[in-house]
């Protein structure tokens, strides 16, 4: 018997091109009354980038100050994320946000985010967007989603997103 699909983790990287792979998160859920889980993740900056020339007490606020930028940061990727689905929802008929349960923004190695977020949250596929041409498949197959398809139990469904000239068409983030 083939498991049911009630959680969809979708990681998007936020460019143009992976909206094209949320349609496919989109339908998965229509078909299958299920709920998408949105995950952006934001890779960690080491403090010591900041380090070269500072004092030691403006370098024990570097943490604090950090901080405060990535709350920020998270706020206004959520926010942009709503845009988002308020944008396309003219392309997909019911309201995105009927489908979307959670907008999740970490700080963290993508690979391992996405992992953790869907073993945490249950979800029962990943969806993933992958560039199709050239050297930057191979980069970008390679890393991010070649690793999730091969350290997760979960179904994985990697979309080849459309190249830069059809991506207009499909809206934006």
Known sequence: MIPEIKK?????????????????ARNLARKHDAKIIILHCIESISPS????????????????????????DAAE????LLQFCQNIE?????????????????????????????DTNECDVIVLGTHGKGWLKHTFLGGVASS??????????????????????????
Not at 49 to 69: A, H, Q
Not at 77 to 80: A, N, P, S, V
Not at 95 to 108: A, R, T
Not at 158 to 165: A, C, D, M, V, Y
């Open 8 to 24: 969809i983790l979708y990681a998007t990287d936020l460019t143009r091109n992976s909206t094209y792979a949320f349609y496919y």
């Open 49 to 72: 980038i900041y380090s070269e020339g500072l004092t030691e007490d403006v370098f024990k606020l570097i943490p604090r100050i950090m901080e405060r930028e990535k709350e920020q």
């Open 77 to 80: 990727i959520k926010k942009l």
């Open 90 to 118: 003219s392309q997909i008929g019911p309201p995105c946000v009927d489908f979307v349960s959670e907008i999740i923004v970490k700080e963290g190695n993508p690979v391992e985010e996405i992992l953790n977020t869907a």
């Open 148 to 173: 999730v398809l091969g350290r997760t139990r979960k179904p994985v469904f990697i979309i080849p997103l459309p190249s830069e000239k059809s991506s207009t068409e499909i809206g934006a983030l």
